[in-house]
Structures are given as C-alpha cells and as structure tokens.
C-alpha cells in the first residue's frame, strides 16, 4: 500500500532506490537499470497506494460520473492504463519507444496483495492481443538430496491458469549449481502444458552475470522473438552492430571474471548490516569496479557500532573482530544512512582511514560525517556534530537544508539527478575529476536532507580538506578530496545508483583502483579522462533550476501523449476511457 519506497526500513525491505526524476522505489529497478543500461522513472514504480491513489482522486473529482467505483473494473483498468502509457516512455538514448516492455508482477500467485493485478494482467492480455504479450512464470525447484521436484511448480502453475493467465514460459530456478534435470523438464511439460521449449533452468552459477548467457544458451531468445513476432521489427544495422558488440563485451566480462587472481578486500562500514540487501547498489557498484582493474572482489561487513568504545566494554571480542576487518581491508567505504547510531564508530573508522593513509570513499552520510571527523580532529572542536544528532549544537557542521519539509518524510528530501560542478584549478590534481573524464560538470543521483554547513566551509578549506566539487551556485558542497592522500573522497551524492556493469561509477572505479594499488589507480584515471561516457540520457543533464521550475518534462509529456501512440510493438491503439 506504500505510494514508493522511500519510508521503507532498509533492514525490512532492502534499500531505496533513487531514479534521475527523484522516484524512490524498489531496489528491483535499479536491478533492471543496470542490467538493461535503461534509464527510468518513478513512473515505471506501479504500486497499489499509487493506482488506490489515482482511482480515488478521479472519484472525488467526479471522473466516474456517479458510477460505484469498484476493483473490477476501476481498479483493473487503471492498473492497465497505467503499463500501456508507461510501455510508451523512452527509456535510452534513442529517444524512441521502447519495442517491448517487461512487468514485473511481484509477490505469490494468490497472494491477496497481487490479486487486483493478476486480474489486470488477465484483462491485458485481450487488451493488446496476443501476439503482444507472452507470460513468463517463475517457479522454485526444490533439490532434494539430487531429486529435482516438481510439485511445487504444477501446483502454481494450476493456480495461475485458475486465474486466467497461462504461462507462455516457465523459468525453473534451483538452487543448486546442477542444472535442470531433462526428465525433469520432460515432467513439467507434461503436467503444465507446455512444450519442452518453453520450460528453462536457472541453476546456481559462479556469477549472476552469467544468468544472461545460461539463458541465452538454452534458446530464449528465438522464442520470445517467435513468440511477439519481433522479427517484424525494422532495426537499423548501426543498432545491430551495437547489440554485437554489447554482447561481446558482457561475455568477455562475465568469462574473464573467472581468471582473476589478485583481490581486494574492502570494509563496509554501516547501520543496516543485518541486510545485505540494504546496500545492494553499493555491492553491484564494487562489482563493476573490481572487473574492470581484474580484481577478485572480497567485502567485510562491520556494524558501525561495533567499532566504538561502548561496545569494547559490553562485547570486547565483537569489538576486536570490528578493528581486525578494519585493519587488514585495502579500502575503508562508509555508505549512506541516516540517524546518530553507530554515528561514532563511522567517524573512528574515518579517522582511521585519514590518518593511515587507507583509501576511503564516503557516500552521503558518509561525506557528511568525514566532514564532522575533520572538524573535530583538525580544526579541534570538539564537540563539532551534525544537526541531525542535535538540532541545538553549538558547532552543527552539518545542518538542516532550509527548503526542506520538517513533518513529512516521504518524498521530501533533495531527489534525482543533480549537477556538480568542479573548481577551478582542481583538473590539473583532482582524481575524482579526472575519473570524470576530466569534465567540468557531472550528474550523479542524490537523497539526503542535511548539508555542510557554510559557515563552516571558509575553516574547513583554509585547514586543507578540499571541496573540489560543488552545487551550480558554488554555495552547496558536494565532493570532498584530500590532496596529500592516496584516496580520500566523499560525496553528497549516491553514485551507486548510476553504476554499470560495462561503466563502472567513477568514484567507486577511483576507489577499487586505489585499494588494489596506486599504478591501477594512475592507470584508471587516464584511462577514465579518455574514454568516460556518462550513463545518463543527454536530455537528462539540465541545470538544477530547470529541474526545480519543471522545465524538462519531457516524459510528463510522453505519458500523456501515450494514448494517442501505438500499444506494445506498434499494433494495438489504446482503448478510449471505458467508464
């Protein structure tokens, strides 16, 4: 019933993902971002306190002239109309709409939650015909002591075609690296009419970048293609040679993998480490680093407040195996979260890295706390905090930004892409500019409420912490660099949303490359100053007041254009309002 993610508890639902138009969603989006190379926005977030929301504002409006508004079929068609016009917004740098759109129908086929749109899916399947919508469900396989069963699936599988949906392939996930059995797959044709060719296995791989090539090897991609009739599709050879290439480039990358020998360990040090899930895009985002300088990637978990002196009291052995995995990491990395807890062990953790030389990269309060660190280290204030800890400090290095809402919480912070720009001076040493490709201004997605305070900045600097990178204004601070270090960086921002598995985010890339040595890491930056490519769309990077004063609003206008354009694959005209 949530309208987004962005209330959510990382350690109940995982992180919160920030897309370029400031939507707050499922960590399963930036999944599809990073796979795909897709770019899209909080609209491609369908959730039922959205579609409830929608349903219930035409109702007071009067939109339904009078008519009992039900779930079947107010709220089934809005679930509809809602696919078909986002199936329209371009979501890369063709500018084109997209040829096929994927939905992801979550939960358990009989879930009460899922059951509106279940009925939705049903209804939308004659809706757009059936040459334009092929269903693929995904079903557990048990592995019993080496018996494959297959119970589980014929028993959704019934349950599904009980609903009206008949599944058009049946993906078999198992949980083990042996690969689906062929008399099982023989069994589940069978009992779940389907053919042969329609059931595929999902076993445990080395990587789940393989997953694309394990698919891809068992013939999906004839299927579907059969199957929506794309082999209709004009596509121009210059897109073709592209595709060629991208898949050339993942096999290598998911193949040479597997011939890494060196490694880097890096400490993650934060609030949500119960959950690794909380930090999934930071994960992904080492990843994509690791492969690109061949390093084998280690992570060390360490709950920030095992690292303070309380817990060396209550828990000594906890608090020792926290500084072992501190000590013995090649990097220190202090993601993003918000709330005093564990606040202090960030910061001896920070303090740490600064003064042994560690690379460290800081992400939104990350940053903010390497801030608070220095002040209270290197300017000597002492009792230097964060506003968020005490809203009465007497030194608040960090405070509250004043055109943010204090009594709402969802979808309040400062959201999206937003631009940053690069001192002058700073290309001739700045590393983290020069893993920008050496450009003067960058685009990276941020969330967060509180900033360095100005009053602070002119000490700050003059005591030798940079602040290479800063809002269009020059008056918000945004990335933080220390120049006698090996790699030393915070930022504002989230640069792990923007990461890809083939364009690694630059301060991550900066951050491996350190940890792994400081000829990789003069290695990447020169690399980086020829060869980076931002992974945003072109009409993405505008200027922050034209974000504010809603300028761009070039998908606005696509969504509402939607009903005027061809359905899925371009042969299916959306219906007039049925009320």
């Keep these: 019933m949530n309208i987004d993610a962005g209330t959510m508890r990382p350690t109940e639902h995982g992180e919160v993902y920030v897309l370029n138009d400031g939507g707050e969603v499922d960590l399963d989006l930036g999944n599809y971002e990073r796979y795909l190379n897709v770019t899209l926005s909080r609209d491609n977030n369908i959730t039922t306190g959205k579609i409830y929301r929608e349903v219930i504002e035409k109702e007071r409006k009067g939109e339904y002239l009078g008519k009992t508004v039900q779930i079947v079929p107010h709220v089934t068609n809005a679930i509809q109309d809602w696919i078909q016009s986002v199936s329209q917004i371009p979501v890369d740098e063709t500018d084109e709409a997209p040829d096929v759109c994927i939905v992801e129908l979550g939960g358990t086929v009989g879930d009460i939650e899922s059951a509106p749109f279940v009925e939705a899916m049903r209804q939308f399947q004659f809706r757009v015909g059936h040459s334009n919508f092929a269903l693929i469900h995904v079903s557990l396989v048990p592995d019993m002591h080496g018996e494959q069963k297959t119970k589980p699936t014929q028993t959704t599988v019934h349950s599904l075609r009980g609903l009206g949906l008949l599944p058009d392939l049946i993906a078999c996930r198992l949980l083990v690296p042996q690969p689906l059995n062929p008399a099982t797959k023989d069994k589940i044709s069978m009992f779940c009419h389907v053919a042969q060719e329609q059931v595929f296995g999902i076993h445990d791989v080395t990587s789940v970048y393989h997953v694309p090539l394990l698919l891809q090897s068992q013939g999906i991609v004839g299927y579907l293609t059969k199957r929506l009739e794309l082999d209709k599709i004009s596509i121009p050879q210059e897109m073709k040679e592209q595709g060629s290439s991208l898949w050339k480039r993942w096999r290598e990358m998911t193949t040479g993998q597997e011939r890494f020998f060196d490694s880097v360990t890096i400490v993650l040090v934060g609030k949500y ?90 992400i939104c309060f990350g940053f903010q706390l390497a801030v608070v660190e220095w002040a209270r280290n290197v300017l000597e204030i002492p009792d230097a905090t964060s506003g968020e800890f005490d809203p009465n400090a007497k030194h608040p290095i960090i405070v509250f930004m004043p055109e943010i809402s204090r009594t709402h919480m969802g979808g309040t912070m400062r959201l999206g892409l937003r631009p940053t720009v690069f001192d002058e001076g700073t290309e001739s040493w700045s590393k983290m500019r020069g893993l920008y490709g050496g450009a003067e201004k960058i685009w990276e997605r941020h969330r967060h409420r509180y900033e360095v305070n100005p009053a602070y900045v002119k000490r700050l600097q003059e005591s030798g912490l940079s602040f290479v990178g800063k809002d269009e204004k020059g008056e918000r601070m945004q990335v933080l660099e220390l120049k006698d270090h090996r790699f030393f960086v915070g930022l504002q921002a989230h640069p792990e949303f923007c990461a890809r598995p083939l364009n690694p985010s630059p301060p991550f890339l900066g951050f491996i490359s350190a940890a792994s040595g400081a000829v990789e890491l003069a290695e990447q930056v020169e690399v980086q100053r020829k060869t980076f490519k931002p992974p945003h769309p072109a009409h993405a990077m505008v200027g922050e007041e034209e974000l504010k004063a809603g300028l761009n609003v070039k998908e606005v206008t696509v969504k509402e254009n939607a009903a005027k354009k061809p359905g899925v694959n371009g042969t299916v005209t959306p219906e007039e309002t049925r009320e």
């Design 273 to 362: 480490t119960d959950l690794k899930d909380s930090y999934m895009s930071v994960i992904k985002a080492l990843e994509h680093a690791a492969f690109r300088v061949h390093r084998k990637l280690t992570i060390s978990w360490v709950e920030s407040s095992d690292l303070e002196t309380e817990t060396q009291e209550t828990s000594p052995a906890k608090y020792h195996d926290a500084w072992r995995a501190v000590v013995h990491a090649n990097g220190i990395l202090v993601p993003g979260g918000f709330g005093q807890r564990g606040s202090e062990g960030m910061m001896l953790a920070i303090k740490y890295a600064r003064e042994q030389k560690v690379p460290f990269l800081g």
